[in-house]
């Protein structure tokens, strides 16, 4: 059977809504109006018994599926009572007159009554079919502004429990990973934390707000970490989470842990509470350690190698997160996405103006998050690959053709001269010059065209490719930070992106044992030097 619409009865005015869509339905499947005033009808008796024992029900209506033979409309009404007898019930006695087939079963959890009618035999029900009814069921004019009302209540619950699903479904992700996830409000008190931040630490959210972290930190980060906090906690910006020792509850060992702290802002800027997340970098940090005290290696080589493999596990689990990312993560957006979509569509003129605004928030939050998921993964997912021989002139023009729009839209002039062959991943040097264009087309002043200019020097081993424009520039303050996550110099919403464009860039040109920086001056354009090795060995 597939379901087509749903009615709650509780008084009177329902039976005239379970009436009507009885008739509807008996109607859509192309039954005779005898038949359709038979059909609903006997819903009604059966449906006015419930409520005349002030019982709510449940009517739901259903066709049969698309291979089913023969096909029927079902109408199955559901309550809590535990004590019905066809023989005294005389809605359902009269029901039985008008309709054969109907049936009764009562069990612990209530009483389930099913009528069905059976269709003419040449009926064609597809997925076309079913759509445009289950649309004519919920997006018919109501015959009543009760009954408007109670459809749209109905719509709500329904959008609500979708809603909780997908709340659901990312506290179910959160859970699942070997990473502290959790969100502190302005005044530094824990709103939410997955569960690997109990087992770890031992510790649920009240006693860790209760004693401010005083269990958990190692006495000598404690004050440090409260000061950063106290810093950075109206920062609308991602910021690193300093280094710091969690003890673990298991081992009772201080491990070292490290992350970044992600602000939730509303819709004038203000940060209203900040994401967290830790990673436990304890491995990196004893090694770091070692290599700094310079321990003879025969002490702690089997140290080393333990906390090597822990290092690698680590990895693979970032490798996981990153996976789980693009995958089980953009799911409750797609669902948010669409259903915000289908919301604003049906139901915009219904929206009171002052809802609306909040509603539109929403959708931009959206989109931003989906954008914000995809440069993570970019930026996570992206390691060193085999190296070819590229030849930059013909990446540099693949880039001039797939920015052909907005090069015109901004009337911009791009001049390159000529380019060096560099041996390097195809696919990675191909997003650094976007980048590093699309930066120079997106940051331009109002009262001049964008003049891009790409050069390149080569000496005996090293390709320095310098990329010069005039567009809006940037302060010398930011140059040490700007090629860091989530680094945006321009006030947010001014300049669509993410701030991890340029982080990107750096990672890329690492990865090809290379350089990059910039200088500036505000309103006077901005140059970045690259410097690349000509052969990767």
């Known amino acids: 059977m597939i379901e087509?619409?749903?009615?709650?009865?509780?008084n009177e005015m329902d039976l005239i809504l379970a009436h009507k869509q009885s008739m509807r339905l008996a109607e859509l499947t192309g039954l005779s109006l005898a038949s359709?005033?038979?059909f609903a009808t006997a819903v009604s008796e059966v449906s006015r018994s419930s409520i005349g024992n002030n019982i709510t029900t449940t009517l739901t209506l259903y066709v049969s599926g698309k291979k089913e033979q023969p096909k029927f409309i079902y109408a199955v009404l559901e309550d809590d009572r535990q004590n019905f007898s066809e023989l005294k019930d005389e809605g359902y006695k009269y029901a039985k007159k008008l309709v054969s087939n109907i049936s009764v079963s009562t069990s612990d959890a209530g009483t389930r009554i099913e009528l069905k009618f059976r269709l003419a035999q040449n009926i064609r029900i597809d997925d076309f079919i079913i759509e445009k009814w289950t649309i004519q069921f919920n997006n018919d004019p109501g015959i009543s502004p009760y009954e408007e009302i109670k459809r749209k209540n109905r719509q709500l619950i329904e959008l609500a429990d979708r809603?909780?699903?997908?709340e659901e479904q990312y506290r179910s992700l959160t859970d699942s990973?070997?990473?502290?996830?959790?969100s502190l409000n302005r005044k530094g008190a824990l709103t939410f934390?997955?569960?690997?931040?109990e087992s770890y630490t031992g510790s649920t959210i009240e006693n860790i707000n209760n004693n401010q972290w005083q269990s958990i930190l190692h006495p000598e980060d404690l004050a440090k970490t409260w000061e950063n906090w106290k810093t950075n906690a109206e920062s609308p910006d991602a910021i690193v989470v300093p280094e710091q020792r969690v003890k673990d509850i298991r081992t009772g060992e201080y491990r070292w842990h490290t992350g970044v702290s992600i602000a939730i802002v509303n819709e004038n800027g203000s940060v209203m509470s900040r994401n967290n997340f830790l990673v436990d970098i304890h491995a990196q940090k004893l090694i770091e350690q070692t290599l700094k005290d310079n321990l003879e290696l025969k002490q702690t080589k089997a140290e080393l190698e333990e906390y090597i493999a822990l290092l690698n596990q680590s990895n693979k689990q970032l490798e996981q997160f990153a996976y789980i990312t693009s995958h089980d993560l953009q799911e409750p957006l797609r669902k948010i996405s669409f259903y915000s979509d289908l919301l604003g569509h049906k139901f915009r003129h219904a929206i009171p103006p002052e809802a609306l605004v909040f509603f539109e928030n929403l959708i931009g939050a959206s989109d931003r998050m989906r954008l914000l998921v995809k440069d993570v993964l970019s930026y996570s997912?992206?390691?060193?690959?085999?190296?070819d021989d590229l030849d930059l002139n013909v990446i540099a023009a693949e880039i001039i053709q797939d920015l052909e729009i907005a090069i015109t839209e901004k009337n911009a002039l791009i001049t390159i001269s000529e380019l060096p062959v560099i041996q390097g991943n195809s696919r990675q040097i191909k997003q650094l010059f976007e980048n590093l264009l699309s930066n120079a087309l997106k940051f331009t002043r109002a009262d001049q065209s964008p003049i891009v200019t790409i050069n390149a020097v080569v000496t005996a081993d090293v390709a320095t490719i310098i990329v010069l424009d005039n567009g809006i520039g940037f302060e010398e303050v930011y140059v040490e930070k700007m090629f860091d996550l989530f680094q945006q110099l321009h006030p947010k919403g001014r300049y669509k992106g993410t701030g991890i464009g340029l982080a990107l860039c750096k990672r890329i040109v690492d990865l090809h044992k290379g350089s990059i920086k910039a200088e500036g001056k505000l309103g006077?354009?901005?140059?970045?030097?690259?410097?690349l090795p000509l052969t990767q060995n």
């Open 4 to 10: 087509l619409t749903k009615v709650i009865l509780e």
């Open 163 to 166: 809603l909780r699903e997908s």
């Open 524 to 531: 006077e354009g901005a140059v970045f030097e690259i410097k």
């Open 193 to 197: 934390a997955n569960k690997w931040v």
């Open 177 to 182: 990973l070997p990473i502290m996830i959790f």
């Open 36 to 38: 359709q005033t038979t």
């Open 381 to 387: 997912t992206m390691q060193k690959n085999e190296f």
